[in-house]
């Protein structure tokens, strides 16, 4: 008992110190916390961490730009891009092949696209400075393709209950054709994929949940699959997340990962 409240006890005390020193001068601190994250990741590789290594980068600069140029069609031409280039229903007219990559480059709103180039950054460089640029590209499309295959299996397996209660007047030829005609976008699959590679890699690494919270990463991989899998279950009608692509992305990348193999050393 003494022991636990005395690790409380320097927690607290090492939360006091991380406010006192944030508040007391932001620039600073987070400069020093780069340069210590910098110097403690230097070892991964003999190149040294690069904070935004070139496939990391290129993807954050395609992605914005994509999003941009989504918004002046929308604005300027009033022609939404999701009907050509997001992924739709395999059987669906608006269905391209082209679209289990195009998807991965378009995202819905300003939050979609901040928080995942945001994770796509903090988890991606680290594995990128890791594996090297050419595996980490591979991984990451095989996690977003995967998890576009993923989720189209999924959605044929509600397609055919949507036509049977079609068939049996239960569902009516407007929801029927909007399931047809709804467009699924965003790189959270591939993104999901490279969160499971972190956990799997660094297991034992501190992530702060909402910036505050230290949860070790496997234990936070492990909760926030075990979420997507209860949030898909519900099959919420008002619920617009595509919690199966997510799954697939995962699923992706740990059959990868086991692929690949286990590096040789265990990152903390």
Request: with cysteine; net charge positive.
């Amino acid at each position: 008992m003494e022991s636990l409240i005395l690790r409380i006890k320097r927690l607290l005390t090492w939360w006091w110190r991380m406010l006192k020193a944030f508040f007391s001068n932001p620039l600073r601190f987070t400069v020093t916390a780069f340069t210590q994250l910098k110097t403690n990741m230097s070892e991964f590789r003999p190149g040294g961490f690069r904070i935004l290594p070139p496939i990391v980068k290129n993807l954050l600069i395609i992605n914005v730009l994509v999003f941009l140029i989504q918004e002046a069609s929308l604005r300027v031409f009033h022609y939404p891009l999701e009907t050509l280039f997001a992924l739709h229903y395999w059987q669906s007219e608006l269905f391209r092949p082209y679209q289990l990559i195009t998807h991965l480059f378009m995202h819905g709103s300003i939050g979609h696209i901040f928080f995942n180039m945001f994770a796509l950054w903090m988890f991606g460089s680290i594995l990128e400075n890791t594996w090297g640029p050419k595996r980490f590209l591979i991984f990451y499309f095989i996690c977003g393709i995967g998890a576009a295959l993923c989720f189209l299996g999924v959605e044929t397996i509600q397609y055919h209950r949507l036509t049977e209660g079609y068939l049996q007047g239960a569902v009516s030829a407007m929801e029927l054709q909007g399931f047809l005609y709804s467009p699924t976008l965003g790189a959270s699959g591939a993104i999901f994929g490279l969160l499971v590679a972190f956990g799997y890699l660094f297991p034992n690494s501190l992530i702060y949940l909402y910036f505050f919270v230290p949860i070790k990463a496997k234990w936070f991989v492990i909760g926030y699959i075990v979420l997507e899998l209860w949030s898909g279950m519900q099959n919420n009608p008002h619920d617009n997340v595509a919690h199966f692509a997510h799954l697939g992305g995962a699923l992706f990348g740990f059959i990868m990962l086991k692929i690949w193999g286990r590096n040789r050393h265990r990152f903390y």
